[in-house]
Nanobody, 127 residues
Framework: QVQLVESGGGLVQAGGSLRLSCVVSGRTFSLYAGAWFRQAPGKEREFVAAISRSGGGGARYRDSVKDRFTISRDNAKNTVYLQMNSLKPEDTAIYYC???????????????????WGQGTQVTVSS
């Protein structure tokens, strides 16, 4: 059974930083892409960042977080990370990590591109 467990969320002032972690169990994580999505109250879940299974040169980001957020992974620890710097109030949301059903390929930016999801971790940025 594939399980994803996020951690690292919290309350931070605008301009601050947080590092989210997601531990994946139940599969050989090094064979699969990893991604982060977020969902604010009353809004649809949206793509934040994704990384290829190797992590080398295969990251993609939504435009509003480029140059502020960095996705990375440690396959030895079955973990994918999201380093968030220069946080803004509009970054407030529940953040979810996800991994797809199939191996390989370019990491998707679509919700439907992922089969397995974590329970989410709340990030709140105060102004």
């Amino acid at each position: 059974q594939v399980q994803l467990v996020e951690s690292g969320g919290g309350l931070v002032q605008a301009g601050g930083s947080l590092r989210l972690s997601c531990v994946v169990s139940g599969r050989t994580f090094s064979l699969y892409a990893g991604a982060w999505f977020r969902q604010a109250p009353g809004k649809e879940r949206e793509f934040v960042a994704a990384i290829s299974r190797s992590g080398g040169g295969g990251a993609r980001y939504r435009d509003s977080v480029k140059d502020r957020f960095t996705i990375s992974r440690d396959n030895a620890k079955n973990t994918v990370y999201l380093q968030m710097n220069s946080l803004k109030p509009e970054d407030t949301a529940i953040y979810y990590c996800a991994t797809p059903a199939n191996t390989g390929g370019v990491p998707s930016s679509l919700v439907d591109g992922y089969k397995f999801w974590g329970q989410g971790t709340q990030v709140t940025v105060s102004s």
